[in-house]
């Protein structure tokens, strides 16, 4: 019987799991709750539940006698999805709520690092903003102040002075900015280094690294401004050799993952390494419990085995088969609202995109009018551009870009040039 899959999610990193699910000869259908009106392009099903109302997916995905689910973003995990969707006996790939907290707790994740000796910046936690700002004035700068808890990408700051530093803490902890029942922060020593993300498929059969990425966080071209979700991602990445690979997986995801199973928290699902490759080797400036956005959009391109085989190997505690292009990168260039990360535009008509073999678009922001698609978000779309070299990519990439009619878009123009 051939699958029928439901993701969860609404972004441009499920648009890519759905279309590559749906590239299996074995799948039947792939469902996306809630999706967006950009997927359906592709002739995924769009289902118009919300991630949060896990009753209702749950008896959809019997209804429709759903194989398995697959899930997107970091809040439905933390939130128990894989733990509720297994009581209701429905297989789901991700980790249960307790091991989610890799992502959605900062702290929780540096005493893992300290505890089964995984290389990290030195930190120290605090829930007081006058004992906090005393520990700064004697660290050097700049420094890193960290939200603990979820904070949709915008809890980290990067103070380059006392003042940046001060104003951070207040807004964390005295203001509970994230409105985190306890507010607390990591404060971390800043690294030095080229940044770079490795993710891995972790089953109870083992820990398949995937293939380095680098995704582009900063607004403007040059890495300058406010951090993003993101604005654009290529794979594989040149600095990260065979031997910073093996040494992430020996150092890093190895123990990372034993770790997790020692403390009582068997991690399966992507567990996402973000790192910087430092003068003293690879070092790990976040977890996340899940596939990175826009990482994906580009990684899956350069996926050559059957995802959706992969996916219910792990699921039945199997050994994967899973082989990554040799030759070639694939680099994606975020298209965004004009004024995003801030107040952005919002309602603007999408002109109708060329795609072929070599040029995916991934949507995200984006929501139906009539018969024609309009933004509703702050990023928009993502295409992904594969050629033989990584110079060749971001020429076609932003040869295309200039031919789509984007000029009521914004998108930065460096992406893939950087480190
Ligand atoms: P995060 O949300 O933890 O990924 O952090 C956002 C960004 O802040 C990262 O992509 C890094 O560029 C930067 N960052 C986080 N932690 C550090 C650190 N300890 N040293 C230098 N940069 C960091
Ligand atoms: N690309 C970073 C993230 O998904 O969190």
Redesign the pocket.
Known sequence: MKRKILVIGSGGREHALCKKLLESPKVEEVFCAKGNAGMALDGIQVVAIDEDNHEELIAFAKKEAISWVLVGPEVPLMNGIVDDFEAAGIKAFGPKKSAAMIEGS?EFAKELMSEFQIP??K?QSFSDSQLAFAYVEKQQL?I?I?ADGL?A?K??V?AETLSEAKEALKEMLDDNLFQNETPKVVI??????R?FSLLSFVGQSGIYPMVAAK?H??IFDG?KGP?TGGMGAYSPVDYVTEEVESIVFEDIIKPTVAGMAAKGTPFTGILYT?L?LTDEGP?V??Y?ARFGDPETQVLLERLDSDFSEVIESLLMNDTPEIKWKQDGVTLGVVVAAKGYPSEYEKNVLIPELTTDDETKVFYSGVTKKEDELISSGGRVFLVAQSATTKEEAHENAYSWLENQGLENFYYRKDIGKTV
């Open positions: 900062k990290t910046a930190y700049p890193v960290k904070a990408g809890g980290v990067i971390e020593e800043f690294l030095v280094g940044e995704d966080k900063a890495d951090n973000g910087i070092k400036i976040e996340n």
